[in-house]
């Protein structure tokens, strides 16, 4: 039976400290329940810190990039996926994951979480802001859900595993 | 010197009837100036009615579509660019647009608009919902604004158009 | 109806004089026609003697790009279809294509030449070396056949476009 | 230090016998080596095999699957990457692998080893034709070598491992 996959997205130079400390932590929790961490691969905000919280507990970690260029994947990712498509990618990232946990919502991140309620796919947005929370749930008809805090993320993520997987 | 390209994007087989007659107009308006219709491609909603209007008034029409499957692409499209990649092909629908505009927000609406924002193109929404409008107006720094017809859409674009092309 | 699209592949900045030579003729006789040039739209090599060609006899020219960096496209593309995804963009290129026409086999080439088979359309080569000729008739099964100038090709293509289009 | 990433690339429902086995052997000794098996992740011919090689011998594997069907997916593999792409995903495979062995030639495995070529991969051919030997020598400028059993691959691929990574 194989591992579930747990994509953690969120944004990359501009992510904001709760959403670094969120994605460690995430990676963290993915690593202990002997899950996968994907993410979007780079060395940067929300993807190099849900990785390094994975790899700080002796996790496998999944990075699907954007780019060909070695220098912008992080050290903390086991599998550099390299797609050279750009945020063609984002894509890959939400069909590979069996459920995606967003810290925080730059425009890539936004897109992700779209392509995924498009797939049918269940999203959790932790810290979410009010207009990001009313804007989704109109969009995706029970598709997403809201944690306050990564424990509480993680705690949702189990539950669509259990329905989800075989 | 090249026709300016408008992505014309919206819902497949949920649109609303307001959406649709919109994208038909918007249709109409761009083959009058000379530009060229981009949409996904398929006989569905916002993209057929787009290329229908197009086609009406002799325009040009680009589809750009997620299969190989000959039967989707709607009989309005003058040049189908097959990718065969499902909703990556989002991102092509984008950055292939020298200006974009929505009518009406599914979910691959939104991650395409929010991949035009990523890749720093200008996006107008026409008769958007108030919390689409809250929320993309705090995602977008700027990049997006907003229309309450067809015609208005128009000389929005045309502005963006006057601004960006050589 | 649609106007069949025929896709002129080979070497960018490889490309020998003789297949340059042929992909310009290419590209006149195509736009005599009443056909589209689609190519990998780069402003060298191949891609843009095709373009300038049909360019040159008032066709329609089609370029599937690699990249998004605006100086790359060749001035005689009509429609730049910007991917961002690199050479994942040779499958486009072949699925879009009505009929393929290869002129000289740099890597690219051959991989174009490969995904057209593998999706079942027809290639035609031009002036292929007796290796390039041996080879691909192992793999293509009757997919493929030779020409010995811009010409036959298009006496060729003419064949296929007759016995697919509707 | 993150572990080698071997592509296994080669037919599906119509590699032959040999090209299974040495698949298959390819697999255990990728395993036995502590490198990471790569392949298009189907359950189905060359893929099938090196994964069920892996597999045996307690290795990682990782499937880069072109459909999101996910009965199509190799029982054998660990990470399955949905692209969703077709074979644009070819692509991926390639840039993905430290260095790529295939085993036969259909049309799919030869775009792979023109992908390749074009980004600099280093790729070994297992009991290659002389056909395809000769056309491949003059397309891959040193790129290409060849070997008469999967233990000669795989001393081949040690080199090319021992050349590339950090």
Redesign the interface.
């Known amino acids: 039976m194989?591992?579930p996959?747990v994509g953690v997205i969120g944004p990359g130079e501009k992510a904001r400290k709760a959403d670094i400390e969120a994605a460690e932590e995430l990676g963290r929790r993915i690593a202990d329940l002997g899950w996968?961490t994907l993410s979007g691969g780079r060395n940067s905000g929300v993807m190099e810190a849900a990785n390094r919280g994975a790899k700080a507990r002796g996790g496998?970690t999944?990075g699907?990039l954007p780019t060909?260029k070695r220098e912008m994947i992080s050290p903390y990712?086991?599998?550099?996926?390299?797609?050279?498509?750009?945020?063609?990618?984002?894509?890959?990232n939400v069909?590979?994951s069996d459920v995606i946990i967003a810290c925080g919502?730059?425009?890539?991140?936004?897109?992700e979480i779209?392509?995924a309620?498009?797939?049918r796919k269940k999203v959790i947005l932790v810290l979410a802001?009010a207009?990001?929370r009313?804007?989704f749930e109109?969009?995706?008809h029970g598709l997403i859900s809201f944690a306050d805090s990564a424990e509480h993320a993680i705690s949702l993520a189990r539950k669509v595993i259990d329905n989800t997987l075989p």
Chains 1, 2, 3, 4 share one sequence.
């Open positions: 194989r591992k996959i996968v496998t999944v699907v060909s990712v086991d599998i550099p996926i390299i797609t050279d498509m750009g945020n063609a990618r984002n894509n890959i069909l590979t919502v730059g425009p890539g991140t936004v897109s779209a392509l309620i498009k797939a802001s207009s990001a009313k804007f109109e969009l995706a």
